[in-house]
């Protein structure tokens, strides 16, 4: 079956070091995003790449990295240089540009920093 | 700036009965999309609904259909028949046709379906 994964399901580190999410798709989705959730305040983007090798930061990219080698992969790096990394990480696709196209969602990572 | 307001952090229904959760949101754009997600505990985003601003019908998908008012800019989602399955967080997103592509989603209405 075609679809999103994330992984770990569960992440945790300690304060300092850098952590990176994998998430992987089988959909032949040209973009992929990444959003970040805490509790209150929905979803709020972090990074998204609408083709290989190209992408664009979102409403709170500081201290994140990401890299867009292969279509089916976009990475998040988490460094230390974030403020505040405890949240639950969700990755998404979509066929392309096009603004009617619904974004498919990964299961998510919860990423614990103390 | 295009926010997204959902005004109801929780609600709960009685099962086989209905529930209407309201979202606005404010744009300056005509030509746009809004969609309905559903989060259950498992936590991943599935679509439960879309409306393309420009298609005056209200969209509808089994039990879920929503009320747009484009004028009033209100986007509300109505679960009939409620199922104990329906229970989840729900958030309401807005996309944009120009620009950069992306989605501005609420903070979202936990609904909770009492048997």
């Known amino acids: 079956d075609g679809g999103i994964t994330q992984s770990p399901k569960y992440l945790f580190r300690k304060e300092g070091q850098n952590v990176t999410l994998s998430c992987e798709q089988n959909l032949n989705h040209d973009a992929m995003y990444w959003y970040r959730q805490d509790p209150g305040q929905g979803l709020r983007l972090i990074y998204y790449s609408q083709i290989v090798n190209d992408f664009q930061k979102g409403d709170i990219a500081e201290g994140y990295s990401v890299s867009r080698e292969k279509k089916e992969s976009f990475p998040l790096t988490v460094t230390s240089a974030q403020k505040n990394p405890t949240a639950f990480y969700l990755c998404?696709?979509?066929?392309?540009?096009?603004?009617?196209?619904?974004?498919?969602f990964g299961n998510g990572t919860r990423l614990t920093v103390t | 700036a295009q926010t997204v307001t959902q005004s109801q952090p929780e609600m709960s229904v009685q099962e086989a009965e209905t529930v209407t959760l309201s979202c606005t949101y404010d744009t300056s754009e005509s030509d746009y999309y809004l969609f309905w997600y559903k989060q259950p505990p498992s936590r991943q985003m599935i679509l439960v609904i879309r409306?393309?601003?420009?298609?005056?019908q209200n969209a509808t998908e089994n039990r879920f259909s929503v009320n747009f008012q484009k004028a009033a800019k209100s986007f509300s989602l109505k679960i009939s028949d409620s199922q104990l399955g329906d229970a989840a967080m729900y958030f309401c997103a807005y996309r944009r046709t120009t620009g950069a592509n992306n989605l501005f989603f609420g903070t979202g209405t936990r609904l909770t379906v009492i048997p």
């Open positions: 409306q393309e601003a420009y298609k005056q």
């Open positions: 998404a696709s979509s066929p392309g540009s096009s603004y009617n196209s619904p974004l498919h």
